[in-house]
């Protein structure tokens, strides 16, 4: 079955490390993005791609990173930079029409 | 600044007890207008996509409508499964980016 899948699940991260969420696609999809979910807050975009090797920053790009090297790939690395990580992150992707399909979430604690 | 806003935050119902949820919004161009479904700790579900102002759709127990300012999710008598955060979020016609609200957190009591 086509659909996003997101790993790990759960993720702690170090004070000063740098970690890398997977988000892996086979829907075909062009469009791929990064959103952040905190309790009480709606969604908001971190990055997004609509084609490969190419990105851009959405809202909240500070302190995250990412690359597009392939159609089904789009891994968020949140870097050090990012003082206040810990959040639900959710990958998605769309064919430009009809709403996003997401991913299962990566939960992120700051340890 | 375009916003989508979603009303109520909580709602508690009986099982069996009807009611509505509620997305306003104010992007300039309306692309579309969507509804998902979220578990605790799980990605948002795809409930339904409405495009024009007069739009219903159907599924279940849920049903949306669309007018020109905000969108109506309707659930006829509910049950416990029904349970859950329901999210809002419209697409601008430059179709890059969606506006999601914080979300109607549902809870159904048997």
């Known amino acids: 079955d086509g659909g996003i899948t997101q790993s790990p699940k759960y993720l702690f991260r170090k004070e000063g490390q740098n970690v890398t969420l997977s988000c892996e696609q086979n829907?075909?999809?062009?469009?791929m993005y990064w959103y952040r979910q905190d309790p009480g807050q709606g969604l908001r975009l971190i990055y997004y791609?609509?084609?490969?090797?190419?990105?851009q920053k959405g809202d909240i790009a500070e302190g995250y990173s990412v690359s597009r090297e392939k159609k089904e790939s789009f891994p968020l690395t949140v870097t050090s930079a990012q003082k206040n990580p810990t959040a639900f992150y959710l990958c998605?992707?769309?064919?430009?029409?009809?709403?996003?399909?997401f991913g299962s979430g990566t939960r992120l604690t700051v340890v | 600044e375009d916003q989508v806003t979603q009303s109520p935050e909580a709602l508690r119902l009986q099982e069996g007890e009807s009611s509505s949820l509620n997305c306003s919004y104010t992007?300039?161009?309306?692309?579309?207008l969507f509804w998902y479904r979220q578990d605790p700790g799980k990605g948002p579900e795809f409930l339904f996509t409405?495009?024009?102002a007069g739009e219903e759709k159907e599924k279940e127990r849920l049903k949306a409508t669309l007018t020109k300012k905000e969108s109506f999710l309707h659930i006829t008598a509910p049950k416990p499964e029904d349970s859950a955060t329901y999210l809002c979020?419209?697409?601008?016609?430059?179709?890059?980016?969606?506006?999601f609200g914080s979300g109607t957190k549902l809870n159904v009591k048997p």
């Open positions: 409405l495009y024009s």
């Open positions: 998605a992707s769309t064919l430009g029409e009809g709403g996003y399909t």
């Open positions: 992007v300039s161009g309306l692309r579309g």
């Open positions: 979020a419209v697409q601008e016609y430059n179709f890059n980016k969606f506006y």
């Open positions: 829907l075909n999809h062009d469009a």
């Open positions: 791609s609509q084609i490969v090797n190419d990105f």
